[in-house]
């Protein structure tokens, strides 16, 4: 039994209401929950929201009927892992015990449904505790971020010795990619942080990364997702 996820508060600082607003065609959190609904491995999926509207789309597209998140995770601040356990605990309730969990963040609408295979494959064949989308990060910390030391001078974040001065000989860093994520139930119970268990990559083009933030963001990923569409039809 694995099941899907999407997150979607109401709430949004950087573009108030964004979860629901129209992306090239129909509200952005339908670009993921299309992809839930459309996989064929995927055997049933919820929506963890804090918008009554939102929550009736999700249900009318299929999704489990299991109320809106409680209050305390409807909160700015309120960690992705918390909403993740409630949102398992009740979808077993109706639907079974889990085999795995994935996640897809409903701000990430340039995911393509095989990345959903990729990262479920990668799951199945490493048994990590998670799976993580990420993507080769623009910026190195070994090669190219810098930081003020105590008197204000610029140093490498991560130092070598005898330094890095080509980006090629530099360590692999990824940035984490809030797109996909496959997790193992147990770990997901038992852990109160990503980072507790063997979590590993699933590396993602960076061009199917960009996560909505702030409006510039929107911007560019509705410019990108029309393309997409041009190209296509």
């Known amino acids: 039994m694995i099941i899907g996820h999407i997150g979607a508060r109401k709430g949004s600082k950087g573009v108030p209401g964004k979860n629901f607003r129209d992306m090239c065609g129909k509200p952005l959190m339908d670009w993921s929950l299309d992809q839930l609904a459309a996989s064929a491995r995927i055997d049933a999926f919820v929506v963890s929201t804090d918008s009554q509207e939102m929550y009736d789309h999700a249900v009318a597209k299929g999704a489990l ?27 077993e309730a109706i639907a079974g015990k889990a085999t795995a969990f994935v996640d897809l ?4 609408p340039l995911r393509l449904a095989e990345d959903i295979d ?15 989308s990420c993507c080769v990060a623009c910026k190195n910390p070994y090669f190219n971020m810098v930081e003020p030391d105590q008197t204000g ?28 994520y496959v997790l193992s139930p147990d770990y997901l119970r038992k852990a109160s942080t990503i980072y507790e268990g063997r979590v590993i990559p699933y590396v993602m083009p960076s061009e199917r990364c960009m996560d909505v933030d702030d409006p510039l963001d929107w ?3 509705e410019f990108l997702m029309k393309d997409a569409q041009n190209g296509a039809s």
Not at 65 to 90: F, N, Y
Not at 105 to 108: A, E, I, K, Q
Not at 120 to 131: C, G, I, K, S
Request: aromatic residues 6%.
């Open 105 to 108: 963040d409903c701000t990430s």
């Open 65 to 91: 009927d299991i109320g809106l998140r409680p209050a305390h995770l409807a909160t700015d601040d309120a960690p992705k892992w918390g909403v993740w356990q409630h949102a398992l605990d009740a979808a």
């Open 118 to 132: 990729g990262a479920l494959d990668l799951f199945e064949a490493e048994a990590p505790d998670m799976v993580m």
């Open 153 to 180: 001078s610029l140093r490498v974040s991560k130092p070598l010795p005898g330094g890095v001065w080509a980006r090629q000989n530099a360590p692999v860093v990824y940035e984490h990619a809030a797109s996909t």
């Open 219 to 221: 911007k560019i990923v």
